[in-house]
């Protein structure tokens, strides 16, 4: 009997834990649930602020990066001491971020502030969904775009209007584990080493058993990966009217034709290992020698045990002619056109837009920011890396991350297209051939 | 009888028939709001090109439909779906009917069987896809580590879509299993008696009394199955990384439709596909619903 008690109370507990489990993962079933469409998601969105309507002056902050979500919240606690409005992150992974955030705008209700993207900010700002933050930026006497980087405030604005405040910059740069490069006896990655040697290097570091690589390409992002050997090799992606994409750009083609080499050889590991694993994860578990990563990245190597006492990090190698690109990016602090509080909304991107929050944010690593000059403090914040390396790739070439109004049709399609180059099925080549003639479609339509 | 009185119980009759609507009024107002309508707003939809956030939406006739029938990846994603269904139907139906007579008979630890079980049914699927997504790891699994060899469970195109099956079978064994044991329950004990006096096996005795006399509750299972494995998604989409080699062959319909739908909004064509899978379900299930009259036997 008592068996039975305990057992009752035991398949009740689990079965709170799992409806508890369900209410955070409601988006899958919604999805499943093929006629429910929109309603769902855009039933979650709306139940965030809904939350929120009994305190009155609470303010919802979404983003996607949960390593930055502790300095983030510091931040908006500053704010909240000043203004004495509670402000909330939440943390939506970068998948689901962009559907929620989809349904909200389509459903009118968007979160009251957030990170905005150049994958998508074109539409977004295009349909009037975020505040317009023109006037209020001119009226301010604590921001000055001046201060930021140009081609970040850039990404945010359409028609002579800003609808985004510059959060952040990155870079990429080349991390590498020195323990690996001390076994084998391979010099340190420095500011003169062109992809040759990266590649000769990635050579000595890979083992014929199979447990150790000399490189990991992150086929899931361009931005950190093939883009910048692509730009290196004086290739480009997308021209700058946006219409034609550079995939079938000889350049570009050679670029690929390097990577394409490297998992030939085996000195990357195959697509099946780098997709169920990932590059990071496989960096951080001390499988491969080196990655090319995102500045964004640093938090997250920071805290893993791992990679904080046996990796460093260097700028990326040269193209063949001496060029050293960098694809850089960086994200807006953007606030919802409709939004109950637009007043408390933009007192929050201001303050997040000042000197002192900027440079808090280097300060608690938790990314480089837009506000020029705040750099060096990001690079004092962690000690166990020489983050110089990634500071040095400001001064290298910057080319923002190639951009369209619907990006995200063409990047998975390029994904997709490419699996068949990464395992060998066809040519490098044919498939450049191929995304580039997808591609220029997919730009026609937009 | 109830005509003979009708005049008598007019009023009990009305109050009954006002209760009766009254009581199922909440969940006809749930399926319309959240089932009825939606499915001919994705109807409507499907004929639209659509543009940002649902504003300016160009009608477009059957052009969502024509550029479909012409994409490559729609059939092999409709393909891939059959094959999942294919696997993880008729297994987990098997499974479950076995482990149900098994577990109807007196034996000791009965319930705790029925609740292990059935855990796999109360936990959220996301967090079963996650740690299947672990266990079938080609370099650090946990599967891979017992069997010593290097297999790529997920991320081989060819076997891929039969390791999520497996998933699912798991995960839905003991639900099925569960619908099965109530079925047991409707059996009459003297059947078996009267089998096993004339001699009859247990093999004999389930495959004559026990399937026949709930093959009703089998065939509530197999459609409800069928239907829910044509549907499948949260599996494919939280073990399979989009960078994985096997998609191609292993996304569902449901699956595509979310990719065009949120990931590239691009909500007509999904709404197309998700009109193709509505038919598709509805031919199986018309046709599940004639063959029924020739082995589900009603008392």
């Known amino acids: 009997m008592k068996v039975r008690k305990a057992l009752s109370i035991l398949l009740a507990s ?3 834990l799992g409806l508890m489990g369900c209410s955070d993962a409601p988006k899958q079933e919604a999805s499943s649930d093929a006629a429910a469409e929109t309603a769902e998601p855009a039933a979650e969105a709306e139940a965030a602020p809904a939350e929120d309507a009994g305190s009155g002056d609470k303010i919802t902050v979404a983003i996607w990066d949960s390593n930055q979500q502790p300095g983030i919240q510091e931040l908006l606690d500053d704010w909240s001491k000043e203004s004495g409005i509670k402000a909330e992150t939440q943390v939506i992974n970068w998948n689901e971020y962009w559907t929620l955030l989809e349904a909200g705008a389509s459903g009118g209700t968007l979160p009251d502030v957030f990170w905005m993207h150049s994958n998508q900010s074109q539409r977004y700002m295009e349909n009037g969904l975020l505040l317009d933050l023109t006037d209020k930026i001119a009226a301010s006497d604590k921001i000055d775009l001046s201060n930021y980087y140009e081609d970040i405030t850039k990404l945010y604005e359409s028609d002579g209007k800003i609808y985004a405040l510059p959060k952040d910059i990155d870079t990429i740069a080349l991390w590498y584990n020195k323990t690996m490069f001390d076994e084998a006896g391979v010099e340190y990655p420095n500011a003169e080493w062109t992809w040759d040697d990266f ?15 000399g490189y990991a390409i992150n086929t899931g992002n361009n931005q950190d990966s093939y883009y910048n050997m692509v730009y290196d090799y004086g290739g480009y ?7 034609k994409s550079g995939y079938d750009d000889p350049n570009t083609i050679k670029a690929m034709q390097f990577v394409e080499k490297m998992l030939r050889e085996g000195l990357c590991p195959e697509l099946e290992v780098i997709s169920e694993n990932g590059a990071d994860v496989l960096f951080q578990s001390g499988k491969v020698a080196m990655v090319t990563q995102g500045s964004w990245m640093v938090a997250g190597f920071r805290d893993n045990e791992y990679t904080n006492k046996n990796c460093d990090v260097a700028v990326l190698p040269m193209g063949p002619d001496g060029k050293r690109v960098s694809i850089y990016n960086g994200l807006g602090w953007a606030a919802a056109a409709n939004g109950k509080n637009t007043d408390a909304a933009w007192s929050l991107i201001e ?3 000042t000197e002192a929050a900027q440079l808090k944010q280097a300060q608690l690593g938790v990314t480089m920011s837009a506000y020029k000059g705040t750099s060096d403090a990001w690079v004092n914040s962690v000690d166990c890396f020489n983050l110089k390396g990634h500071l040095d790739m ?15 049709v063409w990047e998975d399609m390029a994904i997709e297209k490419f ?28 | 009888m109830k005509k003979e009185l009708n005049a008598k119980t007019t009023s009990r009759e009305k109050s009954e028939f006002i209760w009766g609507w009254l009581l199922i009024l909440p969940t006809i107002i749930g399926l319309l709001i959240l089932n009825i309508i939606p499915i001919f707003q994705t109807i409507y939809q499907s004929f639209f090109k659509t543009c940002d956030f649902g504003k300016g939406n160009i009608f477009v006739g059957f052009d969502n439909y024509s550029k479909m029938f012409q994409d490559q990846a729609v059939w092999q994603a409709l393909w891939n779906t059959i094959r999942y269904a294919i696997v993880e139907v008729p297994i987990s139906i098997i499974l479950a009917l076995i482990l149900a007579v098994f577990l109807n008979r007196k034996m000791r630890g009965k319930t705790i069987y029925r609740t292990i079980f059935f855990l796999p049914m109360v936990a959220a699927p996301a967090a079963i896809a996650m740690v299947w997504r672990w266990l079938y790891n080609s370099e650090f699994g946990l599967i891979n580590h017992i069997i010593g060899h290097k297999i790529n469970w997920i991320s081989n195109p060819d076997s891929a879509i039969y390791s999520i099956a497996v998933i699912g079978i798991w995960s839905i064994v003991g639900y099925n299993m569960v619908l099965f044991l109530a079925g047991l329950q409707e059996v009459p004990r003297d059947y078996y008696e ?5 001699g009859a096996s247990g093999m004999h005795q389930f495959f004559n009394i026990t399937v026949p006399l709930i093959s009703p509750t089998i065939f509530f299972v197999a459609v409800t199955r069928v239907i829910g494995a044509f549907q499948v998604f949260d599996l494919i989409y939280m073990v399979m990384d989009k960078t994985n080699p096997a998609l191609q062959k292993t996304q569902s319909l449901v699956y595509l439709f979310y990719r065009y739908s949120f990931t590239e909004a691009n909500k007509g064509y999904g709404s197309a596909i998700i009109v193709l899978l509505l038919f598709v379900i509805l031919f199986i299930t018309i046709i599940q619903l004639i063959a029924q009259k020739k082995w589900v036997h009603y008392n």
Request: charged share 30%; proline share 1%.
């Open chain 1, 237 to 243: 992606i997308i021209n700058d009217d946006k219409t």
């Open chain 1, 394 to 408: 400001l001064d290298a070439e910057l080319v923002i991350r190639p951009y369209s109004r619907n990006t995200n």
């Open chain 1, 14 to 16: 689990v079965l709170t």
């Open chain 1, 419 to 446: 699996k068949a180059a990464w395992t060998g099925e066809i040519t490098m080549e044919e498939a450049c051939k191929q995304v580039a003639e997808s591609m220029n479609a997919s730009l026609a339509e937009e």
């Open chain 1, 351 to 353: 303050y997040l837009g």
């Open chain 1, 199 to 213: 590649y000769e290097a990635a050579k000595k570091l890979t083992k014929d058993d199979g447990s150790q690589w």
């Open chain 2, 194 to 198: 009267a089998a096993s006096i004339d």
